[in-house]
T-cell receptor, first 111, second 113 residues
């Protein structure tokens, strides 16, 4: 069964540093998403991406965040200057019609 | 805006007990409804879904029926196992518009032998 692949599985970074989280969505999917889950809390929507542009973003997705689909397969989330409160599990997801397939997540720890 | 409310956890049951996790939603139009499961240390897995009123989603012994009149999508299982211990998330989306998933807060289930 096709999978959404995320790398790395765990990243530790210093406050103020830039991080890039990588995702390879399912190849024939059309919509791509990033979500985050702060430890023990609900899963929150960050951004959706369609046809090479952002289709929707949440209040969390401020100027520190950006997304790209640089080569037709990868889908990246960049955080320019990380803060302690960015520590969370970040999930990538993609969909074409029914259902959303999630990656296994990247645990980001900002120290 | 659209929202999902789940019963508070944790829910602790003995093996073979009957499970119900309540989920209600508020949404415009006719959203699709989902249950996702998150096992400890893992990502989100789709458990079941329903795309229109009165549809019943089912998988691995779990069931949920899309009730538009009560705006509910309660998750049920007749006989839980220790391996069902996980966090369960109810969610909705307007998927045909590429819409985002909106999650409830999650309900932790712990099944004791």
């Amino acid at each position: 069964e096709p999978e959404v692949t995320q790398t790395p599985s765990h990243q530790v970074t210093q406050m103020g540093q830039e991080v890039i989280l990588r995702c390879v969505p399912i190849s024939n999917h059309l919509y791509f998403y990033w979500y985050r889950q702060i430890l023990g809390q609900k899963v929150e929507f960050l951004v959706s991406f369609y046809n090479n542009e952002i289709s929707e973003k949440s209040e969390i997705f401020d100027d520190q965040f950006s997304v790209e689909r640089p080569d037709g397969s990868n889908f990246t989330l960049k955080i320019r200057s990380t803060k302690l409160e960015d520590s969370a599990m970040y999930f990538c997801a993609s969909t074409r019609e029914y259902g959303y397939t999630f990656g296994s997540g990247t645990r980001l720890t900002v120290v | 805006g659209d929202s999902v409310t789940q019963m508070e956890g944790p829910v602790t049951l003995s093996e073979e007990a009957f499970l119900t996790i309540n989920c209600t939603y508020t949404a415009t139009g006719y959203p699709s409804l989902f249950w996702y499961v998150q096992y400890p240390g893992e990502g989100l897995q789709l458990l079941l879904k329903a795309t229109k009123a009165d549809d019943k989603g089912s998988n691995k012994g779990f069931e949920a029926t899309y009730r538009k009149e009560t705006t509910s999508f309660h998750l049920e299982k007749g006989s839980v196992q220790v391996s069902d211990s996980a966090v369960y998330f109810c969610a909705l989306s307007h998927y045909n518009q590429g819409g985002k998933l909106i999650f409830g807060q999650g309900t932790e289930l712990s099944v004791k032998p």
